[in-house]
């Protein structure tokens, strides 16, 4: 059971935009510590896609983008690409665990 | 270009101990701090241990504690983890990951590159 929560998984069609939550608690997320998210390729390492909660490290592109409110946040991906079809991860930070907290990841798949 | 070779992982029998290591090049090294990310075969991601770039601060999610140990050699510019007592639950691909700060402790902290893993199996 993973201290943040995200649906197993998503799918859309090419060109559509879907969306992934990830929710948290009063000591992670609701606490404000930032919201940060991972792509995950079939058989490869974790890449990091956004940081503090909305900011896309160089060469990512802005069809992805993040959000947070509360004790949850969102990444949204538009314009859909076969390419997208990748595990998604969020991570924070928790105070009562001290220490980094990931949430379960969500395989999204590209109808 | 940020580089992050592990290695040292294995086959390793319940109760045994291994060492892994991550080699870093094209950063300072001493400058960052670093962390283990494990992920079990079919499994989510699993935050493992960080250690500021001094090495003055070292953290353990909890049920490494006791049983694991990071430590680094920046005058290698190497990342090690010390695991030992292993379990069969302690089988996953563990990759090394850096941090963009020097420290990590509570804050919001986030690994800006990562590893391609080394397998550690633990059976009998």
């Known amino acids: 059971q993973s201290v943040l929560t995200q649906p197993p998984s998503v799918s859309g069609a090419p060109g559509q935009r879907v969306t992934i939550s990830c929710t948290g608690s009063?000591?992670?997320?609701?606490?404000?510590?930032?919201v940060h998210w991972y792509l995950q390729l079939p058989g490869t390492a974790p890449k990091l896609l956004i940081y503090g909660n909305i900011n896309r490290p160089s060469g990512v592109p802005d069809r992805f983008s993040g959000s947070k409110s509360g004790t949850s946040a969102s990444l949204a991906i538009t314009g859909l690409q076969a390419e997208d079809e990748a595990d998604y991860y969020c991570q924070s930070y928790d105070s009562s665990l001290s220490g980094s907290v990931f949430g379960g990841g969500t395989k999204l798949t590209v109808l | 270009e940020v580089q992050l070779l592990e290695s040292g992982g294995g086959l390793v029998q319940p109760g045994g101990s291994l060492r892994l290591s991550c080699a870093a090049s094209g950063f300072t090294f001493s400058n960052y701090a670093m962390s283990w990310v494990r992920q079990a075969p079919g499994k989510g991601l699993e935050w493992v241990s960080a250690?500021?770039?001094?090495?003055?601060?070292?953290f353990y999610a909890d049920s490494m504690k006791g049983r694991f140990t990071i430590s680094r050699d920046n005058s290698k510019n190497t990342l090690y983890l010390h695991m030992n007592s292993l379990r069969a639950e302690d089988t996953a691909i563990y990759y090394c990951?850096?941090?963009?700060?020097?420290?990590?402790?509570?804050?919001?902290?986030?690994?800006?590159?990562w590893g391609q893993g080394t397998l550690v199996t633990v059976s009998s």
């Open positions: 990951a850096k941090l963009p700060s020097h420290y990590y402790g509570s804050g919001s902290y986030y690994f800006d590159y």
């Open positions: 009063r000591s992670n997320i609701g606490a404000g510590y930032d």
């Open positions: 250690i500021s770039g001094s090495s003055g601060s070292t």
